[in-house]
């Protein structure tokens, strides 16, 4: 029982640390808006009429536009992040320097609103100060909610941002690829892509404790609504160039 407690502990920690250092979010989304925009792209251009060969650099055109575009805007948000992070970190080093009682008296306290008794929090702070670095560490997590080491890798969320949009964008280009057009590829490309959100959809769902099948379905409506007004708006620029 132990070691079952044990483990679960260690994958939520596990759990939490890729969400504050960006990847699960790099991941999720880079997956998502690779099979969301580049179907969006090569419907929109097929529903004009357009040869498969047109639909598949326009899709390729898009792929790498939003692979690139996706990891430059994972790497600056990513970046600005720990800066931000490092800046208070900074900053509560200073006030260390000139107010480690006052801040030891403030650890001490936060131990006893999670339940620990006001000796043993007043000892325990005491003792956690002795060393700046343990202090600091102990200090940003408990009070501030910064956790030093999981601060976030900003090439990590960058290269698998590009990765991810790349590998989610293959599903709606494959039709393509292998020289399928008209309905049949734009049929076979909306089945992909969807078959691509439900395991999108419910993966994040499940990843976040809430319902597999609630999170599939709604990922499954975002392709249909998105395929449907692009799939549309083509239709209708085909017909008024024709």
Sequence with gaps: MEEQVNHASELLARRAAQVQRGGARAAVLGVNDG?????CIVIGVAAT????KTVLIAGFAGLLAGAISMAAGEWISIRAQVELFEGVLHDLKSIIKSDKELLATHLAQSFEE??????TAAHAAKDVAKDDDKFVSMYSSQIIGVNEDELGSPWVAAFSSFLLF???SLAPLAPWVFGLQ??????LALALTAIGGLFV???SAKSSGKGVVFGAFRQLLIVVF????TYGIGHVFGA???
């Design 35 to 39: 099979l969301v925009s580049t179907l």
């Design 49 to 52: 009429g357009a040869e498969a």
């Design 114 to 119: 999670h339940g620990i008794d006001a000796k």
């Design 166 to 168: 790349t590998a989610g």
């Design 182 to 187: 008209g309905s049949l590829g734009i049929g």
């Design 201 to 203: 959809g419910g993966y």
């Design 226 to 229: 998105a395929a449907a007004i």
């Design 240 to 242: 008024a160039i024709s």
